[in-house]
């Protein structure tokens, strides 16, 4: 939903279980208004995003 705050007690959430398991966030991709969208093809910005930031998590987290 585009509401404000929307995200907030999720990030709390994931935050808390996150210290938990002791791994730390290394990026967030959070799109208010998703729920609104047919095809996630209509929003290239977030796809291109999405993909950025698992690439990036992904030589993070596979780095010697």
């Known amino acids: 939903m585009n509401v404000p705050g929307i995200f907030?007690?999720?990030k709390k959430t994931v935050l808390a279980f996150?210290?938990?398991?002791d791994?730390?966030?290394?990026?967030e991709?959070?799109?208010p208004g998703m729920d609104t969208l047919q095809d996630i093809?209509?929003?290239p910005g977030t796809l291109d995003e999405a993909y950025a930031k698992g690439l990036?998590?992904?030589?993070?987290?596979?780095?010697?």
């Open 29 to 31: 991709l959070l799109v």
């Open 18 to 21: 996150l210290n938990i398991i």
């Open 41 to 43: 093809s209509a929003s």
């Open 8 to 10: 907030d007690g999720i």
């Open 56 to 64: 990036a998590l992904g030589k993070q987290v596979s780095a010697p």
């Open 23 to 27: 791994c730390p966030l290394m990026d």
